[in-house]
C-alpha cells in the first residue's frame, strides 16, 4: 500500500525538465528557412534608363534566382507581392522607366 501512494503522490514526483525555447524568426525569410546570405537588395534605381537586358543582368549578379519580368510600362499587372520577382517596366524603346523593386 505505501508503495501505491508513493507513485500516485505528485508531490514526491521528479520535477519534469522544459524543453529549450527556440528564437522566434524575425522575418518571413527566416520562417522559410532561406539563405540569409543572400544580397538583402529591394530596389535599383539606378537602372533606370538602361535596356531591359543590361537592367536584369545588373538585378540578377545583385540578387541571384530573381525572376525579372519585362512589362511595357502602360500594361495591366497583379497586385500580388512575391518575394522572388521583380518587373521591369519599359518604355516603347525597352528602356526601364521606374525603378524596379521586389514584388
Not at 508513493?6 to 525555447?21: A, C, G, I, R
Not at 527556440?22 to 540569409?36: A, I, S, W
Not at 518575394?83 to 523593386?101: A, M
Request: charged share 30%.
Amino acid at each position: 500500500m505505501a508503495e501505491e501512494n508513493q507513485s500516485t503522490n505528485p508531490s514526491q514526483e521528479q520535477p519534469v525538465e522544459s524543453t529549450p525555447t527556440l528564437p522566434l524568426p524575425r522575418t518571413y525569410e527566416e520562417l522559410l528557412g532561406r539563405n540569409q546570405n543572400t544580397s538583402t537588395k529591394r530596389e535599383w534605381p539606378e537602372v533606370v534608363g538602361l535596356t531591359a537586358e543590361e537592367a536584369e543582368k545588373k538585378i540578377k549578379e545583385d540578387k541571384p534566382g530573381v525572376h525579372v519580368h519585362v512589362v511595357p510600362s502602360n500594361c495591366f499587372i497583379t497586385m500580388d507581392f512575391r518575394q522572388d520577382r521583380v518587373r521591369l517596366f519599359v518604355d516603347h524603346s525597352r528602356k526601364v522607366e521606374k525603378p524596379p523593386r521586389i514584388g
